[in-house]
């Protein structure tokens, strides 16, 4: 599986980003797929996770309510809407795909995933 990511960019407080998520290689239906952060000198950080028919999501608490995860199983397309940015936002960010035999509980788990897109940066000024 190879995921690319795209979207980043700067934005204002308060603006919005849309991230996606390309993949490519296997059945994109069969994964489980998440978002997760890295900010400078900070742990990397879950963002979201969607599962492989799109019946669950899964958010971390510093964007519930102003993060949205959703997928295009058509398009192998996984998608990261962001509204109401704050600067304590920014960070390169990074998709990430498990196959959905790995279960959904541990979701919000780094190294519980198989594959990493390349991280694209998102910078939100004060």
């Known amino acids: 599986v190879q995921l690319q990511a795209s979207g980043g960019g700067l934005v204002q407080t308060g603006g919005s980003l849309r991230l996606s998520c390309a993949s490519s290689g296997r059945t994109f239906s069969n994964y489980i797929m998440g978002w997760f952060r890295q900010a400078p000198g900070k742990d990397r950080e879950f963002v979201a996770a969607?599962?492989?028919?799109?019946?669950?999501?899964y958010y971390g608490d510093s964007v519930k309510g102003r993060f949205t995860i959703s997928r295009d199983n058509a398009k192998n397309t996984v998608y990261l809407q962001m509204n109401f940015l704050k600067p304590d936002d920014t960070a390169v960010y990074y998709c990430?795909?498990?196959?959905?035999?790995?279960?959904?509980?541990?979701?919000?788990?780094?190294?519980?995933?198989?594959?990493w897109g390349q991280g694209t940066l998102v910078t939100v000024s004060s």
């Open positions: 969607i599962s492989w028919g799109a019946q669950y999501t």
């Open positions: 990430a795909a498990k196959e959905r035999r790995k279960g959904w509980d541990n979701a919000g788990i780094p190294y519980s995933y198989d594959y």
